[in-house]
C-alpha cells in the first residue's frame, strides 16, 4: 500500500511540474508596455522547461499552449500597450462611443474587411495594437471617406502627404482609398514620426493628425517655459486635442465592452481576403463575375479604382473574399487578355477632339493614346480609334467615383434644388455668398471639399431656402453670363435688357438696396437665351 501511495504521489507532482504558474496564465493587463512583436510568447513555459518536467513514467504530458483567440477584439486586448489614461478628455470621447452603440456596430461591420491585415501589418512592424483602431477615429473605417480638409480614405490622407508616401493619384486610381498602399503609407509616416519624437507614440499620433511641424512648435513652447511636453500638456488645436483621446477611449472600450454597455460584435480574427494579380487591366464587371460576388462588394475590397476598370498602369492585382479566391485565380487565368475590357472602333468626326471622345466614353485621353498609338493630340476624321469601354451600362458601377458623385448629388436635402454650372471666375466662396449658404456645405452637396478647384463647365448641385433662385443644367436654356457695367447704366436698364427682375439682379450680385452700379463693374446674370432675339 505504500508503495503505491508514494508512486501515486510521485505521478502527481510530476503532472503539476508542466503547469505555469497562476502569474503567467493571465493576458497581460491594458496599459503595460510588452516588447515589439507576439507579447503572449512571455506568458509561455519554455519548450526545454516543459521537456525536463515531464515524468519519466511514461506517461506523456502534452505541452501546455495558450488559446489563440478567434475573435480580433480579444487578440487586440491581449496586444494593447499605449499607457493608459483616465482623465476628462478620454472620459468625453469615451462616454460619447458608450451612447453611440450603433454607430460603433457599424464600424464593426465595416471593419471585418480591412481589420485583420491592418492588425497584421501593424504587429509585423512591432508597433502599438491601438494603432488597427486608428481608422475609427479617422474614418470610422470607410473606405469612401473624404474630408472637408481634403483627406480620402482609411487613413485619411490630404493630396500632398499621400503623394509624399508614393500613392498614386489619378482619373483611374487613388491609391490613397487602395487598402494595401494606404496602410503602408500610414504605418511608415507613423514610424518616422515616432522616431521624430524619440519613441513618444502619444505625440506622434498628435502629428499624425495636425502635422508635426505643429507639434514641435508646441513641444519648444512648452521647453521654452519650463512646462512638461507631455502630450497632455502641450498647447494643440481642438481637434488634436480630441484625437489622441479618441483612440484611448476605444483601447477601452474594446477592453471593457460591457462595462460600458457597448455591444462591438464578433471581428473574425482571420484573414478576409487574398490577393490575386490581373496581369493588366480589367472590367470589374467582368472580374466581379469571375469572382462570383456583387461588383459593389468588389469595390469595398478595391475601392482605389475610381472608374469601371482597374487603372491601364496599376496596381495590376484585386483584393478577393478568400472563399472565392482560387476559383477567381482559376478563371482569370483562362480569360484572354483581349476580353478583359471591351474595345469599341470609334469612327473620328469632323471637329471631335481626343479629350472629347475620352469623355464620351468615360475613359482618359492618356488611355486612348496608349491603346492607339497616337504620341501628340491632333486626329484625323474619318480614321478610327479603338477605345474601351465598360461592359455595363455606368449605372450599374454604383461605387465609382462617378456615380458616387451622382448618388451624393441626387440625396435629397431640406430646401430647393438649384443646378449651377461653373463659370470662369468661380468660386466657392463667390457660391457661397450668391446662394447665401456655407462653403463647407457647398463643396460637401458636390463630394468635394472647399480646397478643391472648380473646373469650367462642372455641374454643381445647390440647395437653398428659398425657390426663386433660377435654376439650370446643362440641357435647359437658361445660362449664365457676364456683364460689364456701361456709362448711363442702371439695375432697372439692365433687367428690362436682359428680361430678368431688378431682385434677381440683386440677389445673384449681392447688392444692397441704394448702391450704385459703376461703369466698368462686372455682374453676373442668369438668362434665358430663348429670349435674348433682338437685346
Not at 425 to 446: C, H, I, P, Q
Request: hydrophobic share 35%.
Amino acid at each position: 500500500m505504500a508503495t503505491r501511495f508514494l508512486l501515486f504521489a510521485t505521478l502527481l507532482l510530476s503532472a503539476c511540474a508542466t503547469l505555469p504558474p497562476p502569474a503567467e496564465v493571465g493576458r497581460p493587463q491594458s496599459g503595460h508596455s510588452q516588447p515589439p512583436g507576439d507579447t503572449r510568447q512571455e506568458n509561455r513555459p519554455s519548450r526545454t522547461l516543459l521537456a525536463a518536467a515531464r515524468p519519466v513514467t511514461g506517461i506523456e504530458v502534452a505541452p501546455y499552449e495558450q488559446p489563440v483567440p478567434a475573435d480580433l477584439w480579444a487578440r487586440l486586448r491581449q496586444e494593447f500597450s499605449l499607457p493608459d489614461q483616465d482623465n476628462e478628455r478620454v472620459r468625453v470621447q469615451r462616454n460619447w462611443y458608450a451612447k453611440h452603440p450603433q454607430y460603433m456596430q457599424r464600424v464593426t461591420e465595416r471593419s471585418r474587411r480591412y481589420a485583420w491585415h491592418i492588425h497584421q501589418e501593424v504587429k509585423r512592424r512591432g508597433m502599438p495594437a491601438e494603432i488597427a483602431l486608428l481608422p475609427i477615429v479617422e474614418s470610422a473605417y470607410d473606405p469612401f471617406a473624404y474630408s472637408h480638409g481634403r483627406a480620402a480614405g482609411l487613413w485619411q490622407f490630404i493630396p500632398a502627404t499621400g503623394k509624399r508616401f508614393k500613392l498614386k493619384q489619378d482619373w483611374w486610381y487613388d491609391g490613397r482609398r487602395d487598402l494595401l498602399d494606404s496602410t503602408n503609407a500610414a504605418l511608415d509616416y507613423l514610424q518616422y514620426l515616432n522616431k521624430r519624437f524619440k519613441g513618444d507614440w502619444l505625440l506622434a499620433l498628435a502629428a499624425y493628425n495636425s502635422g508635426e511641424g505643429t507639434v514641435s512648435k508646441a513641444v519648444r513652447r512648452n521647453r521654452k517655459k519650463g512646462k512638461p511636453v507631455t502630450f497632455w500638456d502641450l498647447k494643440l488645436p481642438k481637434e488634436t486635442r480630441a484625437y489622441v483621446p479618441k483612440l484611448i477611449a476605444l483601447k477601452q472600450l474594446v477592453n471593457h465592452p460591457e462595462r460600458y454597455g457597448v455591444d462591438l460584435g464578433p471581428l473574425p480574427d482571420e484573414p478576409y481576403f487574398e490577393i490575386v494579380k490581373t496581369n493588366g487591366q480589367i472590367d470589374l464587371a467582368i472580374a466581379a463575375d469571375l469572382a462570383g460576388i456583387e461588383l459593389n462588394d468588389l469595390y469595398r475590397l478595391n475601392p482605389g479604382f475610381n472608374q469601371w476598370a482597374t487603372s491601364p498602369k496599376g496596381p495590376h492585382r484585386l483584393l478577393i473574399p478568400v472563399d472565392r479566391a482560387s476559383d477567381f485565380r482559376q478563371a482569370i487565368a483562362a480569360l484572354p487578355p483581349e476580353k478583359r475590357v471591351q474595345w469599341l472602333r470609334h469612327k473620328i468626326k469632323k471637329g471631335e477632339t481626343l479629350s472629347q471622345i475620352a469623355k464620351r466614353y468615360h475613359t482618359t485621353t492618356a488611355a486612348l493614346k496608349a491603346a492607339n498609338g497616337v504620341s501628340g493630340s491632333s486626329i484625323r476624321a474619318g480614321k478610327h480609334l479603338l477605345v474601351p469601354v465598360s461592359s455595363q451600362g455606368q449605372e450599374s458601377y454604383q461605387l465609382s467615383a462617378r456615380q458616387r458623385l451622382r448618388s451624393k448629388q441626387s440625396h435629397q436635402r431640406k430646401g430647393y434644388k438649384t443646378r449651377h454650372i461653373v463659370s470662369p471666375g468661380d468660386t466657392f466662396w463667390d457660391l457661397s455668398r450668391e446662394y447665401k449658404v456655407s462653403v463647407r456645405k457647398l463643396a460637401s452637396w458636390n463630394g468635394m471639399a472647399p480646397g478643391d478647384p472648380l473646373r469650367v463647365g462642372q455641374k454643381l448641385v445647390v440647395w437653398t431656402r428659398a425657390s426663386s433662385t433660377k435654376s439650370f443644367h446643362p440641357g435647359s436654356q437658361i445660362r449664365p453670363i457676364y456683364y460689364r457695367v456701361r456709362k448711363g447704366d442702371s439695375l432697372s436698364r439692365i433687367s428690362s435688357k436682359f428680361r430678368v427682375s431688378v431682385a434677381d439682379l440683386r440677389k445673384w450680385n449681392t447688392l444692397p438696396k441704394g448702391r450704385y452700379l459703376q461703369p466698368g463693374q462686372r455682374i453676373k446674370l442668369y438668362v434665358d437665351v430663348t429670349q435674348q432675339a433682338g437685346t
